[in-house]
């Protein structure tokens, strides 16, 4: 079983700064690509970072680039997403997945099903 749990989410205000987690539930997660994934109200589920499993790719989708950062911390057995600059625009519903690949692509193939997710809201 691959099973995921998201955390780390809550309310902020614009201009505010979250950091979510992604911890895996018995299986070792530096044998997997890791992405991250969002979904807004009445938006599609859409991925927008990935990490690869040694942790020296990372990519991000314009819409976050230079405001988040993918990490993650085998000793922890987790990946972080930092968040910083949060815009209203970032309000949704954060998921992590393990993945087949991590490139430059903003498309992702998921080998893992949907946890719960952690709620991000940033209110206006």
């Known amino acids: 079983q691959l099973h995921l749990v998201e955390s780390g989410g809550g309310l902020v205000h614009p201009g505010g700064s979250l950091k979510l987690s992604c911890a895996a539930s018995?299986?070792?997660?530096?044998?997997?690509?890791i992405g991250w994934f969002r979904q807004a109200p009445g938006n599609e589920r859409e991925g927008f970072s990935c990490?690869?499993?040694?942790?020296?790719?990372?990519h991000y989708a314009d819409s976050v680039k230079g405001r988040f950062t993918i990490s993650r911390d085998s000793a922890k057995n987790t990946v972080y997403l930092q968040m910083n600059s949060l815009k209203p625009d970032d309000t949704a519903v954060y998921y992590c997945?393990?993945?087949?690949?991590?490139?430059?692509?903003?498309?992702?193939?998921?080998?893992?099903?949907w946890g719960q997710g952690t709620q991000v809201t940033v209110s206006s």
């Open positions: 997945a393990t993945l087949l690949y991590c490139s430059g692509s903003d498309h992702y193939t998921v080998i893992s099903s």
């Open positions: 990490i690869d499993k040694s942790g020296g790719t990372t």
């Open positions: 018995g299986f070792t997660l530096d044998y997997y690509n």
